[in-house]
T-cell receptor, first 114, second 114 residues
Framework: AQSVTQLGSHVSVSEGALVLLRCNYS??????LFWYVQYPNQGLQLLLKYTSAATLVKGINGFEAEFKKSETSFHLTKPSAHMSDAAEYFC????????????FGQGTRLTINP | EPEVTQTPSHQVTQMGQEVILRCVPI?????FYWYRQILGQKVEFLVS????????KSEIFDDQFSVERPDGSNFTLKIRSTKLEDSAMYFC????????????FGAGSRLTVL
């Protein structure tokens, strides 16, 4: 079975500061990993995905994430936070083959302070 | 940019009533999904649908739930007799293929059961 744990249901950073959202996964088979973002009253939008190619993945809006197999982690980072980054962020895992479902973490709400 | 459209955005219903949530997936997508998020909890997989039949479903998706693609564009989720615990945000998603391909999510339909 697969699972995802996001450390911190709420993260608050100052504008211009580093954003670090933590995600650890559990999977008995090689995983695909995703970060989705949800802005208020909108659907889940893909930020980036890891699909067994480069371990450092760059996504939209300046976000990136690094797959670390030894740590079973896929933390999301952004060097400098913008006010527009305020949203809910979800880490998710799926299997490389076969399974069609995403298993989500509980989400992290990111607040940006002026 | 193509998007997944869901209606209604919010529905309030009495316990025991039937509810139908509607989704229009992206036109060239072949795989369709329903997920739900109970307030304060994780986004959970309900069901996936391909080639006019369910390809996978979770333990949540019991006999009270059904899905249908009645025509070439709509994808519906029906709850036959709603319970209080069915109150949640329901997300529809679609993708061009299975596995780890990117899912495009709709904005969600919030269901409140009284």
């Amino acid at each position: 079975a697969q699972s995802v744990t996001q450390l911190g249901s709420h993260v608050s950073v100052s504008e211009g500061a580093l954003v670090l959202l933590r995600c650890n996964y559990s999977s008995s088979v090689p995983p695909y990993l995703f970060w989705y973002v949800q802005y208020p009253n909108q659907g889940l939008q893909l930020l980036l995905k890891y699909t067994s190619a480069a371990t450092l993945v760059k996504g939209i809006n300046g976000f990136e994430a690094e797959f670390k197999k030894s740590e079973t982690s896929f933390h999301l980072t952004k060097p400098s936070a913008h006010m527009s980054d305020a949203a809910e962020y979800f880490c998710a895992v799926s299997q490389i083959q076969g399974a069609q479902k995403l298993v989500f973490g509980q989400g992290t709400r990111l607040t940006i302070n002026p | 940019e193509p998007e997944v459209t869901q209606t209604p955005s919010h529905q309030v219903t009495q316990m025991g009533q039937e509810v139908i949530l509607r989704c229009v997936p992206i036109s060239n997508h072949l795989y369709f999904y329903w997920y739900r998020q109970i307030l304060g909890q994780k986004v959970e997989f309900l069901v996936s649908f391909y080639n006019n039949e369910i390809s996978e479903k979770s333990e949540i998706f019991d006999d009270q739930f059904s899905v249908e693609r009645p025509d070439g564009s709509n994808f519906t989720l029906k709850i036959r007799s709603t319970k209080l615990e069915d109150s949640a945000m329901y997300f529809c998603a679609s993708s061009t293929r299975a596995g780890a391909n990117v899912l495009t999510f709709g904005a969600g339909s919030r269901l409140t059961v009284l």
